[in-house]
Every structure is written in structure tokens, then in C-alpha cells.
């Protein structure tokens, strides 16, 4: 077999494969050519999910003649002047986009500058057909059709319209949430898809209300900025708040230097921001912009240009973790808007059932499960009990020793969280503010505030241990009792002291004190060796304290099915407006859902 030269066609299609995978590559190649060529407005037409026609036209420098002939050429581009790769500024930079294209569709270039005439070429996959003058505004448009038409093996490869319209839409949102000083249009075989008149500016106020248009004003209600800059980096957009979440991961934007990009490391970095905050199945929903010097990130790792690579990784790890948990940390005391409007959903109106009889019309303990408190039956209020659980309601970071409750007088609804009124089925407290409804999971907010109570204490010197008058011993799997042995030096930095007792068991001495004398200490060392195998040997617990932490806290929190007094719980209550990230669980789910009397009004057709 003798070596050839292969035919110049052929060498674009085989780069057409590494540039043009889908409608949606030729897309982002088109849009971010007239970024680079300073457009300001960008319009995108389609039919058939892109495979029948894609038209971009822009209102951007436009090119001249001899620059249009060029264009179609590999390698030829505008973008490298001097020829440095360690600085490159532009979305686009390889010269390979516009005759791969070409080489795979019937392509159409046509352009004119400020200055000058409009010209036109077409070629068809890959063989110029004919060129001459075209009657334009100035600017660029770009039409193709038939994309992969003389390429059966690829165009099969192709998914359904709607799935093709789909990835389409992303990359374009993408890149208009980048430029919000563009206005960009995209239409479907008639349907608009995407109408982002420009806001004017890249300023941060402009960039909000991009992502607002594209991104909904659920999220811009539901999301906190970010804003942090350090060492040259900087590092800005929207981060949902943790009870603004889905179930899956396509929902995080990510730019460096106004290129969206899909990078691992940055992906790793949100996750763990938010690892103490969600499930593990749940992923949160934001848009970051990290600012960094050109030389500082290499961008011509891959084809499509979706991948970067960083001089100091760990630098920007650290930045993208502190900004997300200061702008979490700042607006972390309330849940989702989402979450009172899908409890308002799902209340309804029911048919007219009998009359109870007399003894179920009492107050406290009803079929219903509602047990008010005696203050209800009384009109008093009874006498302050003990902490919720030994040590487990002491205040949050900074508060002190101990919690001032308010004095019976005092008009509660007056604070964020407002008066606890009663207990549902001994694990909801209901609560009123002058114009607000709140329902609390007990369970759930009380295990927000015992970790963020652990991890302050840990970050100040330690956790007190509370040692137990009779060891504890935890039967468990010779695998599970060596794991934890292996780990007993950081457990006891937790405020767990442990050591092997035989084979297949664990001796606990002391726990936290924190946690209270109603723990279940066998379940939360079962619960502990599961993770700490779960994490593998490359991670240690010290590296992972917000999980090993979150489970002690499970533990040692207030249990559904249990009662509380009238103290107790305006003691949660205010103990949650102080501590951050009280709107939702360790888990990521809300803690509380408010309802506006107003809405409420609406559910008994007052409104």
C-alpha cells in the first residue's frame, strides 16, 4: 500500500467530522463568527431542526472580496494577526469552520462591508459552483442546506428533529447569555424560539436581565449573585439557591472570558460548593462567568473549542467553591418561590363530607393529627421547657451560649418566620406572620442548624466530645469495622471517639455533645461506615467533612413524631433566622414553605 495525498475535498470532510458533528456545531460556529466580527444584532433561521437549512445573518464588519474567497479556504482567518497562540482573545481562531461546512452541505457565503460591495460565493459540498455581486445591507449571512446530503453515513447519525432543535437552542442560549449587549433571534420554520432584544451593556446589571429573559424569572427570583474577585480572577453571574434544583446537570451555565465551555473542573468545583446543600441525585441550576487573563487559559485543547485548560487549576477551583458559598452563605435563609407555589398547587377544594361529632371537633389530639399546643386551649402560654435536645439547640454561629426566647408578651408575628400556632401530626409546626402562612419541617430544619452549628464549631477549635458512662458497641462487617478503625484519628477531630473491639464491631467512648442524649449512636457509626467507604481511599474525611458532618447532624436532630412545646418551637424558629442555609436541609430539601394570606384568600375563592 503506497502513501497519497489525500484530495483536498476529502480532507475537509474528514475536518468537517472533528468541527461539524451536528446542525448544532454548525450553529455555534456561524454565531460566534459574527461575534467575533462585532455584530450586534444576530439572526438565526432553521428548518427541520437545522438539517434542511441553517441561515445565520449578522450586522457585523462584513468582508470584502478578495477576504470572502479566503474565508472558504482552510486555515484562512482574521483572528491570529500575530500568530500568538498563548493569547487568544476571539471565540473563533482555527480558519477551519467555514470550509468545513462547506464540504458537507450547499453552502452560501455572502457579505459586505462598510465600505464596499456585496459579494456572494456558493460551493456545493466541497465543489465551488459560481460567485458574484449579492445586494446586502452590511453584514454577513450564511445559508446551508442539505447539510450532510452527499454524506449518508453521517446524516443517519443524525437524531430527531426535535432532539436536533433541542441542541440547537442550547448552544444558542449559551452564547446569547454570554453577550447580553447582542439581540439575538432564533426561529424555527416560522415559530420564534428565542427573541433576547440586547440589554445594551456586559455590565452585571445587563447580564441579570439576559439571564432572566432566557433562563426565566423563576430563577432570577430564586438565585443569588455571585461576585467575587481574587489574584487577577474574577469570578461573577447567578447561582440558584439550593431548594431551586433539578434532577439533572444540564442546567448549569458555565463561561470563561464569554465562551461557554463544558469543563470538568469547573463542574467539580460547583459540586462542591453545594456538597452540604443537595442530594446527591439533585444538581443545582446557575450561570458563572469567570474573567481570567488570556495567557492564563489555554482554549485549543479540542475542536469544537468546549474545553479549557487552566495554568492553576487550583486556583480557579478555589475561586469558583468561595465565590458560590459567600453569595450562598448571604442569601441562604429562605426557600424557593418555587416551593410555596407547588404546595398551592396541590391543595384543592373537596365535596362536603358529614359533621364530626363533638368529641373530634376538640382540640388536641383529632384523627386529623393536629395537636395544639395547650396555649390554644388556655389562651396562655405554658411553661418554657429544656432545649429541644441536650445541647442541640444552642444558637448558631456567633450567637453565644445561649438563646434568648421571646417573653410571652411580645408580639412574634413580627419576625420572618413569625408565631408558632400548633404541630402537624407531631412534625410540621405551623406558624403565622401579619400576612404569611408557614409550615416547618421540624425534622428538617433542625438538622440544618445542628450542622451548621458542628462546622462552626469545628472551624473554631474543635467539637466537644460528651463521654459516654457505658461504651457503646457497634456490631458491623469485618470490612465496615476496619474502615472505620482506619479513620478513627479524623472521627475523633468530629467529636467521635471510637476503637476496634474485635473482628467485626466498633467500641464508641464519647460522641459529640452537640448531638444530644437521644442519639442513635449504633445507626449514625452504620451510616458513618457507609460513607467512609463510599468516598474510596483517594479522598480522606477531612477532605469530605460537610458529608461526615451532615449525617452526624441526620442523626442527632429533632425527629419527625415528636412534640414540642409552644417554646420549642418559636425557639427553632428563631434559631433559623440566624443561621445560614436555613430555608433548606442538609439534603437540599426546603425546610419551610410560606403561603401568602392573599393566596390563600384565593384557595376559599375570596379573591
Not at 437521644?518 to 467512609?532: E, F, M, P, S, T
Amino acid at each position: 500500500m503506497t502513501i497519497r495525498r489525500l484530495p483536498e475535498t476529502l480532507v475537509d470532510r474528514i475536518a468537517a467530522g472533528e468541527v461539524v458533528e451536528r446542525p448544532a456545531s454548525a450553529v455555534k460556529e456561524l454565531v460566534e463568527n459574527a461575534l467575533d466580527a462585532g455584530a450586534k444584532r444576530i439572526e438565526i433561521l432553521l428548518e427541520d431542526g437545522g438539517a434542511s437549512l441553517i441561515e445565520v445573518s449578522d450586522d457585523g464588519c462584513g468582508m470584502g472580496t478578495g477576504e470572502l474567497r479566503l474565508a472558504v479556504q482552510r486555515h484562512c482567518t482574521s483572528k491570529l494577526g500575530d500568530g500568538d497562540l498563548e493569547r487568544i482573545a476571539t471565540l473563533g481562531f482555527r480558519g477551519e469552520a467555514l470550509p468545513s461546512i462547506a464540504s458537507v452541505s450547499r453552502f452560501t457565503l455572502a457579505s459586505r462591508p462598510a465600505e464596499g460591495e456585496g459579494w456572494q460565493v456558493e460551493i456545493d459540498h466541497g465543489t465551488p459552483v459560481s460567485e458574484g455581486p449579492a445586494a446586502r445591507r452590511q453584514g454577513t449571512m450564511v445559508r446551508v442546506a442539505d447539510l450532510f446530503g452527499k454524506v449518508p453515513a453521517r446524516r443517519k447519525f443524525l437524531k430527531s428533529t426535535r432532539s436536533e432543535l433541542g441542541a440547537i437552542s442550547d448552544t444558542v442560549r449559551r452564547l446569547a447569555m454570554a453577550r447580553s449587549d447582542v439581540a439575538f433571534q432564533l426561529v424555527h420554520e416560522g415559530r420564534r424560539l428565542l427573541d433576547a432584544p440586547s440589554a445594551g451593556s456586559l455590565l452585571e446589571t445587563a447580564r441579570v436581565e439576559r439571564l432572566g429573559t432566557i433562563l426565566g424569572h423563576d430563577f432570577a427570583d430564586n438565585a443569588v449573585a455571585v461576585d467575587l474577585e481574587r489574584e487577577g480572577l474574577r469570578i461573577g453571574g447567578l447561582a440558584g439557591i439550593p431548594t431551586f434544583n433539578r434532577g439533572a446537570a444540564d442546567h448549569q451555565y458555565l463561561f470563561v472570558n464569554g465562551r461557554p465551555v463544558k469543563d470538568r473542573l469547573l463542574l467539580g468545583a460547583v459540586r462542591g460548593a453545594y456538597r452540604d446543600l443537595l442530594a446527591r441525585d439533585r444538581h443545582p441550576v446557575l450561570a458563572l462567568f469567570l474573567e481570567v487573563p488570556h495567557e492564563f487559559v489555554d482554549v485549543n485543547v479540542h475542536p469544537a473549542k468546549t474545553e479549557v485548560r487552566f495554568r492553576d487549576p487550583a486556583k480557579v477551583r478555589g475561586l469558583v467553591v468561595s465565590g458560590l458559598r459567600r453569595a450562598l452563605d448571604a442569601g441562604s435563609h429562605h426557600a424557593a418561590t418555587t416551593v410555596s407555589d407547588a404546595a398551592l398547587s396541590s391543595f384543592r377544594a373537596e365535596e362536603p363530607r358529614a359533621p364530626l361529632a363533638p368529641e373530634q371537633r376538640m382540640f388536641g389530639e383529632t384523627r386529623l393529627g393536629f395537636s395544639a399546643p395547650p396555649s390554644a386551649r388556655t389562651g396562655t402560654l405554658p411553661e418554657q421547657p429544656g432545649p429541644i435536645s441536650s445541647g442541640a439547640m444552642a444558637p448558631g454561629p456567633g450567637s453565644g451560649d445561649s438563646f434568648d426566647v421571646p417573653s410571652a408578651e411580645e408580639d412574634l408575628r413580627r419576625y420572618p418566620l413569625g408565631a408558632a400556632r400548633g404541630q402537624v401530626h407531631e412534625s410540621w409546626i405551623v406558624a403565622e406572620t401579619s400576612d404569611h402562612l408557614i409550615l416547618v419541617d421540624q425534622h428538617a430544619a433542625h438538622e440544618r442548624l445542628t450542622l451548621e452549628k458542628m462546622k462552626a464549631a469545628a472551624s473554631s477549635g474543635g467539637v466537644k466530645v460528651q463521654q459516654l458512662l457505658m461504651p457503646e458497641v457497634v456490631e458491623l462487617s469485618e470490612e465496615e469495622a476496619e474502615a472505620v478503625e482506619g479513620h478513627a484519628e479524623a472521627l475523633a477531630g468530629f467529636g467521635l471517639e471510637v476503637e476496634r473491639f474485635g473482628p467485626a464491631a466498633i467500641l464508641v467512648r464519647g460522641v459529640p455533645s452537640i448531638l444530644g442524649q437521644r442519639l442513635d449512636v449504633k445507626g449514625l457509626v452504620r451510616d458513618l461506615a457507609d460513607d467512609i467507604r463510599s468516598l474510596g481511599a483517594a479522598h480522606s474525611l477531612k477532605e469530605r467533612i460537610d458529608e461526615v458532618f451532615a449525617t452526624m447532624a441526620c442523626h442527632g436532630s429533632v425527629r419527625a413524631g415528636r412534640r414540642l412545646g409552644v417554646a420549642e418551637m418559636n425557639a427553632l424558629l428563631r434559631e433559623m433566622e440566624i443561621t445560614p442555609h436555613s430555608g433548606q436541609c442538609n439534603h437540599g430539601r426546603p425546610t419551610y414553605v410560606k403561603l401568602a394570606r392573599a393566596d390563600i384568600e384565593k384557595l376559599f375563592g375570596r379573591r
